[in-house]
């Protein structure tokens, strides 16, 4: 599970400032400092994660914003308890948003790997109206030991609107949510693995995300695993209108 929240991270940094606001994307502002907490719980009810997430600087080059993000992540449950740590670099030029990941996940069992991460992107504010769809591609890799595997991932989003939702840090009135139908393909050839999941998410301006509902099935449809991730504190945020 520490993996699966490295690789997933795709969040929004907390915090933001007039000039970072107007130049890149209010879903994903960026300001130095700020710092935020989630709380993943699996709906078997046997695994909860928790991550912590840092901005540990932002830099300005013309037309482009950088921010480079810290996280921890905790996992326990009756399943036993892993941890994790990684660095997340997010670009965000014209608006649009760019996110990779990289970092270490522990098992209960003491194994650990690697993970490697470029995750699809996200567009400028000025097109999240409702109805909005894009497509968009990642790509996950994974070590340990001398087991590697690499997950392509294949997005169709879609904006939903923008509704009310309530989270352990509080009720938004009105958050932007989008719906994604994600395809993950794990290896190549007859061992090929595949699966679909839907990802449903909630975005604030000024904060970034505050909710994330996500329902894994395999290539037949028929449900593996459900998660519901949601903020649970944060410092330096505050929401926009």
Not at 190 to 212: D, N, S
Request: with cysteine.
């Amino acid at each position: 599970m520490a993996l699966v929240a490295l690789a997933g991270l795709g969040l929004a940094p907390a915090g933001c400032s007039a000039r970072t606001t107007a130049s890149c994307n209010p879903y994903f502002p960026m300001a130095k400092g700020a710092t935020w907490a989630y709380r993943d719980l699996r709906r078997d009810g046997d695994t909860s994660v928790e991550r912590r997430v840092t901005m540990e600087s932002v830099e300005h080059d013309d037309h482009v914003v950088t921010a480079v993000l810290s996280q921890d992540v905790s996992t326990g449950g009756a399943s036993g308890a892993g941890t994790g740590g990684g660095r997340t670099i997010q670009r965000c030029s014209g608006g649009d948003v760019a996110t990779s990941v990289e970092g270490t996940a522990k098992a209960a069992s003491g194994a650990s790997a690697r993970v490697r991460a470029e995750l699809p992107g996200f567009p400028a504010a000025d097109r999240l109206v409702a109805g909005y769809a894009w497509k968009s591609e990642g790509r996950i890799e994974t070590q340990g030991g001398y087991d590697r595997s690499t997950t392509a991932i294949r997005r169709e989003s879609r904006v939903d609107g923008f509704f009310p939702v309530d989270t352990s840090a509080g009720r938004f009135p009105g958050a932007l949510r989008v719906t994604s139908i994600e395809t993950l393909k794990t290896g190549d050839g007859p061992g090929a693995r595949e699966a679909r999941q839907e990802v449903r998410e909630w975005y604030v301006r000024g904060i970034g995300l505050v909710k994330r509902d996500t329902r894994l099935a395999d290539a037949s449809g028929n449900e593996q695993a459900a998660s519901a991730e949601e903020l649970v504190r944060f410092e330096g945020l505050r929401a926009e209108p």
